[in-house]
């Protein structure tokens, strides 16, 4: 690590937050200050991996900056008077929970630009592409390094509308309305959500999440505090997403396209279930002790559902997509994050939060797959891979096959992996839950939570059988095998993925501290 000042570490933080609001200007501008391309549409993309690349180096000297003998203290902290009259701040900072989302962020946002500037998505013009990608980068690292709730809340809110255009725009079949079925839950979702952050700011006397915290909720009264976590709770559930409010999940990541997917995946389902670990779990415990069973038992009928969805998608004739059978088993991998954080213990806090990364890795990496299989055979309809176009993949295109089946592997947790250290902890904080909540209820999820690592293994396997092997016809022509640049897009991903499944303690290192002190409800 190397040593940097203070108040280089805070410019660099708010360049990572507002650094992709002036590209995203610059973007639109008639003569964009990206470099010189074939075209202005080259130009424009080459300008979003400029910018995208800068935020990425910004946020990695960040994390080399950052002090990691005192993870749970808050680093390169702004805090500046915004409003007032609300005693809104624009309080910024980053510790050991916040800092590797932050990383996964500005890591696949470039990793999609560069992507899209090679395979740019059928649609409009590249500069609103460009744009709109910037803008949904700022609001999902301003999500990750603000510490005031109103502003938490905006930077939640920033991100949709771009996803909204991203998918309606972009997207493939019926993406009118996968995007506006994402937009309603979502929105809808964030109404009551800042109901509840308005009454936790009112009764508390402030916004600020890091004097919350540290008040841990002795300002705000047991019935406030439920009335509160039921409030914000619905909000970050519906964007986690938590069964029964995902049905805006699968027709979403069907319609939208590969990178609108990666990032839809990899980044912001991570905001729901960081709401949870970062507002609602300091700030109003007793309010969520009295939620914490019934969200653990959501947490694992989703597990379960969202397998077994899978499992139907996978099986011959079932007429089963890809891409939507691996945004249902998102629904089950964000399922063992929120079990995670329901036990309320730092061991299911911590699983929780290194699933998160795992999961933004590993899916990340299955979307950039399923949308090579699709620029090369036309289609992500399992039958028609598995019987005509993508049988024997090993044998048409043996690197493309091989990434899928280390993906799905990956995916399903396989020790040595990163799939596997985040649902094994979520599981042992279920064993033996946080004082007053009921142990022998949390057994039983921990078991049914197990039983859903089988089913997760069992269609994974399903897939890669049906879509990598078999006997390769004669006269079946070959597939293009991974591009230069798809090796450029997906080689750190598969990179992290086995290095933090060799080395978690690079993650807990950071995070369990920060997880300790927070819950402890101490100052930092």
């Known amino acids: 690590m190397i040593d940097i000042n203070e108040s280089v570490m805070q410019f660099l933080l708010a360049f990572v937050v507002v650094g992709p609001l002036l590209g995203a200007a610059a973007a639109l501008l008639p003569a964009p200050p990206g470099l010189k391309g074939k075209s202005p549409e080259q130009a ?15 946020a990695v000297v960040l994390a080399l900056g950052f002090d990691h ?109 996968a995007a506006w079925r994402f937009i309603l839950y979502t929105l809808l979702g964030s109404v009551v959500m800042l109901l509840g952050l308005l009454l936790i700011g009112i009764k508390a006397g402030t916004f600020d999440m890091m004097a919350l915290a540290t008040d841990n909720g002795r300002s705000l009264t047991t019935s406030v505090q439920v009335i509160a976590v039921l409030a914000i709770g619905i909000g970050l559930a519906v964007k986690t997403p938590m069964w029964p409010l995902h049905s805006w999940l699968p027709d979403a990541h069907t319609a939208a396209p590969t990178v609108g997917s990666v990032l839809l995946a990899g980044v912001l389902l991570k905001m729901g279930t960081y709401g949870f670990v970062r507002i609602l779990l300091p ?15 959501l947490a694992v009928v989703g597990i379960i559902y969202g397998s077994l969805a899978c499992l139907a998608l996978a099986k011959q004739g079932a007429k089963g997509d890809l891409k939507r059978l691996i945004a249902y088993s998102s629904v089950g991998h964000m399922g063992f994050v929120l079990l995670g954080i329901s036990t309320m213990t730092p061991t299911g806090v911590n699983g929780a939060l290194f699933a998160n990364i795992a999961h933004g890795l590993i899916t990340g990496l299955l979307f950039f797959l399923v949308g090579a299989l699709k620029d090369r055979t036309g289609t992500t309809d399992l039958d028609t891979l598995a019987e005509e176009t993508g049988a024997a993949l090993y044998g048409r295109a043996p690197r493309l096959g091989g990434l899928l089946a280390f993906g799905a592997v990956a995916s399903l947790g396989l020790p040595g992996l990163a799939g596997f250290w985040g649902e094994m902890l979520a599981l042992f904080g279920a064993f033996q839950p946080a004082e007053g909540l009921n142990r022998a209820a949390f057994l039983t999820f921990m078991a049914i939570g197990a039983f859903g690592t089988l089913l997760t293994a069992a269609y994974l396997l399903i897939v890669v059988r049906r879509v990598c092997m078999g006997a390769l016809p004669q006269d079946a022509p070959r597939l293009t095998d991974v591009r230069s640049y798809e090796f ?34 101490g100052t930092r």
Do not use: N
């Not at 424009?44 to 910004?58: N, Y």
């Not at 700030?283 to 038992?297: H, K, M, N």
């Not at 897009?489 to 978690?504: K, Q």
């Not at 501290?513 to 402890?520: E, F, R, S």
């Open 44 to 58: 424009v993309l080459r300008h979003g991996v400029t910018v995208t690349g800068a935020v990425l180096i910004a």
């Open 69 to 177: 003998d005192q993870p749970s203290k808050m680093q390169a902290s702004t805090d500046i008077s915004w409003i007032p009259a609300l005693d809104v701040r624009i309080h910024l900072g980053i510790d050991g929970i916040s800092l590797p989302l932050l990383v996964l962020t500005a890591l696949l946002t470039f990793l999609c630009a560069l992507y899209s500037y090679f395979k740019m998505p059928a649609g409009p013009t590249p500069k609103a592409f460009v744009a709109l990608l910037l803008v949904l980068e700022s609001g999902t690292l301003a999500t990750f390094a603000v510490l005031d709730l109103l502003l938490f809340f905006l930077a939640f809110e920033m991100v949709l509308i771009p996803m909204y255009f991203l998918i309606a725009r972009w997207g493939g079949e019926d993406r009118s309305q």
């Open 283 to 297: 700030i109003a415990p007793d309010g969520f002790r009295t939620f914490a069973p019934y969200l653990a038992a």
């Open 488 to 521: 450029a897009a997906w080689t750190p991903l598969v990179v992290l993925t086995v290095v933090a499944g060799l080395w978690p303690k690079a993650l807990l290192g950071l995070s369990d501290p920060a997880v300790q002190q927070l819950l402890a409800g």
